[in-house]
T-cell receptor
Framework: NAGVTQTPKFQVLKTGQSMTLQCAQD?????MYWYRQDPGMGLRLIYY???????DKGEVPNGYNVSRLNKREFSLRLESAAPSQTSVYFC???????????FGPGTRLTVL | KNEVEQSPQNLTAQEGEFITINCSYS?????LHWLQQHPGGGIVSLFM???GKKKHGRLIATINIQEKHSSLHITASHPRDSAVYIC?????????????FGTGTSLTVIP
């Protein structure tokens, strides 16, 4: 099993550009999450999907959209990137929202 | 406002030492999660607990619900234990509730 995979690993964008971060899991988990990690701050939840077909906002959703394409895949879209969105983005999954989470390797995004 | 506080922020130890990392939280929780983040950035789940104590190899996690405190202990530390250790708490028991993460404790174990 690959666990949780993310693409790309690194990305540089210019302000105003758009991009989609992809996440997939092969553990048959119901719940998936997108986090951002910034220096000096803990991981912060952007959006999550408790189950296929549902998505909900987390702590810092502004500037992002998500799609739960199917049970395996959960994508994060930046419609108009801003320098404040420079961060490391992690996708995670869990069997259900009450369970421990398994993390992908992360995407390092720089917005110039 | 940070619901989760970890201490120390940084810790350097000699190989073989017993290590303790602390996590305090300010609200009632339904679960606490300890994670390990390696220098390459990958995050691995170590423990999830809601009461008592769990042990896995040289790692031990304890939680005191009344005192709103958890500790992660590493016995016989080794340089490969060098990583950032992150505490996260889940508030509430409904499916919509999320984890709140501490900023991590950076551990360096010197040979």
């Amino acid at each position: 099993n690959a666990g949780v995979t993310q693409t790309p690993k690194f990305q540089v964008l210019k302000t105003g550009q758009s991009m989609t971060l992809q996440c997939a899991q092969d553990m048959n988990h119901n719940s998936m999450y997108w986090y951002r990690q910034d220096p000096g701050m803990g991981l912060r939840l952007i959006y999550y999907s408790a189950s296929e077909g549902t998505t909900d906002k987390g702590e810092v959703p502004n500037g992002y959209n998500v799609s739960r394409l199917n049970k395996r895949e959960f994508s994060l879209r930046l419609e108009s990137a801003a320098p404040s969105q420079t961060s490391v983005y992690f996708c995670a999954s869990s069997a259900i929202t009450r369970n421990e989470q398994f993390f992908g390797p992360g995407t390092r995004l720089t917005v110039l | 406002k940070n619901e989760v506080e970890q201490s120390p922020q940084n810790l350097t130890a000699q190989e073989g030492e017993f290590i303790t990392i602390n996590c305090s939280y300010s609200v009632g929780i339904s679960a606490l999660h300890w994670l390990q983040q390696h220098p390459g950035g990958g995050i691995v789940s170590l423990f999830m607990l809601s009461s008592g104590k769990k042990k896995h190899g040289r790692l031990i996690a304890t939680i005191n619900i009344q005192e709103k405190h958890s500790s992660l202990h590493i016995t016989a530390s080794h340089p490969r234990d060098s990583a950032v250790y992150i505490c996260a708490v889940r508030i509430g028991s409904n499916t919509g509730n999320q984890f709140y993460f501490g900023t991590g404790t950076s551990l360096t174990v010197i040979p």
